[in-house]
């Protein structure tokens, strides 16, 4: 069996998918592990669909969380999803299928018997609070602040957060290729990033580079500051405790405080 990657993959049709979308957000937010295709666009990008998603469905997630409705037992690819969860289903001694219902129509394999939630009894952002007990995370233990940052699963594409939230964190990857990101307020043109987290080694930025593919000899660039105030358009490397290497290209830099 492949080494699970995701808390919790998100099975659904796509005319239940602004719902959907919005239970991902609020996840994330937790920094909860979740497998949504819309989070995943480039790391999908050219890959073999059936394959990807049967493995993700059957093999990489602690939950599978099934939004059942007439277009999801009737679609080609929410039932290869259902197939592959179903099939481990079968296998583990726990509830491993979470379903949520839209409506009442019956899904092929799923024992009529199995306990559900229904989607009109439950906002996103409170689907997303029930998913995370479920998962025991108990959002009032310890200090607010201590919660881990969010995530992003994907190794590339764009990401829009918050560094004034979640101490300045924000995690790439995961393994050895997780990188802990951190960062505070320079200035609206400029950013500090820190090399502060346990996972990072080492932050440099990649002056004359204006694209992530000009990055190409990332060890021979300067680590030897604590932090680095990369301007806007700037990429700034990250080389993580296992010797890997992050490229971040500053796209934008929004600050709301006075």
């Known amino acids: 069996m492949s080494e699970q990657e995701y808390q919790v ?7 239940q998918r602004s719902y959907v979308e919005e239970v991902a957000r609020h996840l994330q937010a937790k920094a909860i592990g979740v497998f949504y295709d819309g989070f995943e666009k480039v ?3 050219g ?26 037992v009737t679609k080609r690819w929410p039932q290869l999803e259902r197939e592959a969860a179903l099939r481990r289903m079968i296998t583990e001694d726990r509830e ?29 952002a409170a ?27 994907s190794l590339t594409g764009e990401v829009v957060f ?8 924000y995690l790439i990857g995961s393994g050895e290729l997780a990188f802990e990101t951190k ?19 080492g932050i440099a930025v990649c002056d004359g580079a204006e694209t992530i593919s000009q990055v190409n000899q990332a060890a021979t660039l300067d680590y030897t500051s604590r932090s680095r105030t990369p301007p806007l358009g700037n ?17 934008a830099i929004k600050d709301n405080t006075p």
């Open 9 to 15: 993959a998100l099975s659904f049709a796509g005319e």
């Open 43 to 45: 790391r999908l990008w």
């Open 127 to 153: 689907l997303a609070a029930l998913i995370a007990d479920k998962l025991g995370l108990q959002p009032f233990v310890g200090k607010a602040s201590d919660v881990p940052p969010p995530r992003m699963t």
């Open 235 to 251: 990429i700034v490397v990250l080389r993580n405790v296992s010797g890997f290497y992050a490229a971040i290209k500053v796209l």
């Open 47 to 72: 890959t073999d669909g059936a394959k990807t998603f049967a493995d993700v469905f059957e093999h990489k997630a602690g939950y599978v969380l099934m939004f059942i409705s007439q277009a999801y």
């Open 96 to 124: 491993y299928v979470l379903p949520v219902r839209f409506d009442d129509t019956p899904v092929p394999g799923l024992p009529g018997t199995t306990i559900y939630e229904k989607a009109d009894d439950y906002t996103p």
């Open 183 to 201: 960062w505070t307020k320079a200035s609206n043109k400029s950013i500090h990033v820190y090399n502060d987290q346990p996972s990072i080694n």
């Open 162 to 169: 918050d560094y004034s939230n979640y101490k300045g964190r």
